[in-house]
């Protein structure tokens, strides 16, 4: 047989390709799965973009190739969105670029900066395209912890000198996937500042931006003074408008590191389907309501969540954003032992927590994008067959 490429031997099967291998073998067994695992929202796409890509998909102009960029009419819809979210200016020309899911914006930025020797910064636990990413570039990884004593965020100063000086890209992501922390103005505008000492490059993941519960609004690192200098931020369609099976997203910010990131797109992809992007310029300006609607979901998910678990005997606090609940295993569990125990037991799946790094280890991950009586179920069931638990 034909030998793999290195690169691809050291690669792991994605964590939901897993994930989904133990919920079939968990149905071949006759086991009833709820999966509380990937986040991927059950709630439709709003009304107004299916009619318009419904519309849109005759248009014979659109069933050719894109252009590599995207539309320049969905650029400016982004540019536009970012102004009257957060008052944040963007050239749609030269400042965004549209992508096919920013997974692949994500895995791809690596190739525009990473050589062999070069290191990017990612955090611990993690979204694993960011490693991933680095490492098919030939690059090395350098894990930054997040620890629940500092709130989820990286602690700059406690990385090596040695490894600063190799870093060029710094990945961050908040609101938090897997623990839904947040990150305020602060925070941003210390990452700038070592970004911006350090010639690195802060490739932020906005994925969850438009997701905050109780009156609260993630920030945009964009808004940050001097971050469209220090970097570009990823955001996409996909949890915002409940459309990730359309695979349509944005990168703006930094026109250099805009430009690297679609000349290696441009070279190996062709473009978003033109008729997705026309939805994505309905879903962007047109009424955003449906984002209230959604928030208001998801945070009574998340109060089920959290005030089943803490009836068990958790000591969770609500988190402010995302949708996911960021939860310890139980005395006497790693991640993938109480995972696998859920599983057996309750039919429920979770995410173990070490799918996303070392330092998640010691926690699982329950995802709020699940029907709300199917979710409530689903912690009966856990708590069926874990009584209570302790710590
Ligand atoms: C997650 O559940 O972590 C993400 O939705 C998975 C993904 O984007 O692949």
Redesign the pocket.
């Known amino acids: 047989m034909t030998e793999l490429a290195e690169r691809i031997k050291n690669l792991p099967p994605?964590?939901?390709a897993r994930i989904d291998g133990k919920i079939a073998a968990a149905k071949a067994k006759g086991i009833d799965v709820i999966s509380l695992?990937?986040?991927?929202p059950d709630l439709p796409t709003p009304k107004n973009i299916v009619d318009k890509m419904a519309a849109e998909v005759h248009n014979p102009a659109h069933h050719q190739y894109p252009s590599y960029a995207g539309m320049l009419s969905f650029r400016q819809a982004v540019a536009e969105w970012h102004r009257r979210r957060g008052g944040v200016e963007l050239d749609p020309q030269t400042e965004v670029l549209t992508l096919i899911?920013s997974?692949e914006g994500i895995a791809h930025i690596s190739f525009c900066y990473i050589n062999p020797g070069d290191v990017a910064l990612v955090p611990d636990p993690g979204?694993?395209?960011y490693e991933i990413g680095c490492m098919l570039a030939g690059g090395e990884s350098y894990k930054m912890p997040l620890l629940a004593e500092n709130g989820f965020l990286p602690v700059f100063e406690d990385i090596p000198a040695a490894v600063v000086k190799r870093a060029k890209l710094l990945f961050l992501n908040y609101p938090n996937?897997?623990t839904s922390a947040v990150a305020d103005g602060a925070f941003f505008r210390k990452a700038i500042a070592f970004a911006q000492a350090n010639d690195i490059i802060i490739c932020h993941d906005a994925?969850y931006s438009e997701i905050g519960f109780d009156g609260y609004k993630p920030v945009s690192f964009l808004e940050m003074p001097g971050g469209k200098e220090a970097g570009i931020e990823f955001n996409s369609l996909?949890?915002a408008y409940n459309m990730?099976g359309w695979r349509i997203a944005w990168a703006a910010g930094r026109h250099d590191v805009i430009r690297a990131l679609g000349t290696v797109k441009s070279n190996i992809d062709s473009g978003a389907f033109q008729a997705v992007q026309a939805a994505g310029i309905e879903a962007l300006l047109g009424p955003q309501d449906n984002i209230a609607r959604m928030c208001a979901v998801y945070q009574e998910r998340r109060d089920i969540v959290v005030e089943a678990l803490n009836g068990m005997g958790w000591r969770l606090e609500k988190p402010k954003a995302a949708v996911?609940v960021w939860a310890p295993v139980p005395k006497g569990f790693t991640s993938e032992s109480f995972a696998e125990f859920v599983l057996e037991k309750a039919g429920v799946v979770v995410?173990p927590g070490n799918g996303?790094g070392a330092a998640g280890e010691g926690y699982i991950?329950i995802?709020l994008?699940i029907d709300t009586e199917l979710l409530r179920e689903a912690l009966r069931r856990m708590e069926d067959s874990l009584g209570s638990v302790t710590f």
Request: charged fraction near 15%; proline fraction near 8%.
């Open positions: 994605y964590l939901f695992g990937i986040g991927d899911g997974k979204y694993p395209v996937n897997p994925a996909s949890k990730t996911y995410t996303y991950r995802t994008t």
